[in-house]
């Protein structure tokens, strides 16, 4: 993706460290945490070549950032079902594309507004970038889906989000995974998937 001039004011850049995040807020802690740790956080998966990160700007305030990775989705019975009758999907009806268990996609590893910059319209227009994106430049392998583990607190669900801007929870993975952090929050992960056909 490079660097993308989206309009005369935001401006997403690739990056290649966390140093532009040294002061970015989203809020919630569990994930400032994460962005801020050097040693186990966001630079420890960037420097390992688990994600590709990209900064969003409006002039030279930066505003949000995404990551984004190769990943698969399973789908189960029930999923599968599901998304044969939803009148808005477009995926072939043949059978041999459903026996699959497997199907290319690319995760939304991580995706963060700043503080001030929230309840503006910017992450519901950076999903539609990132799919807009995936399907014109990730030619190297059809990508079927975007996927995302939407984190889940007492005090924050991401999940509400990511239902708004169409994705489903998968029914083989309802609640992928649970840890406790530092405050002893149970914190949850849902995995999400929408499809991009």
């Not at 189960?76 to 999907?89: A, F, T, Y």
């Not at 029914?171 to 849902?190: A, G, N, Q, R, V």
């Amino acid at each position: 993706m490079g660097t993308i001039v989206t309009n005369n004011q935001i401006i997403i850049k690739r990056g290649d460290s966390v140093s532009p995040l040294l002061n970015f807020r989203c809020g919630v802690s569990v994930m400032d945490d994460f962005i801020h740790d050097r040693e186990n956080g966001l630079q420890k998966m960037m420097q390992l070549n688990f994600i590709n990160v990209w900064f969003v700007y409006i002039s030279d305030e930066l505003i949000a950032f995404f990551a984004l990775s190769k990943d698969k989705l399973v789908l189960n019975s029930e999923d599968k079902h599901m998304m044969k009758l939803d009148n808005e999907s477009i995926l072939p009806l043949d059978e041999v594309f459903w026996e699959q268990e497997k199907f290319s996609s690319i995760e939304i590893s991580y995706l963060a507004v700043s503080n001030q910059h929230q309840k503006k319209g910017y992450g519901k227009a950076l999903l539609a970038y990132i799919e807009k994106k995936v399907k014109e430049e990730d030619k190297l392998t059809p990508t079927l889906f975007l996927t995302v583990d939407a984190l889940v607190l007492s005090n924050h669900d991401a999940s509400f989000f990511y239902k708004k801007c169409g994705f489903k929870p998968s029914e083989i993975d309802k609640l992928k995974s649970c840890y406790d952090d530092i405050s002893t929050e149970k914190s949850c992960t849902l995995r999400m998937y929408k499809s991009i056909y």
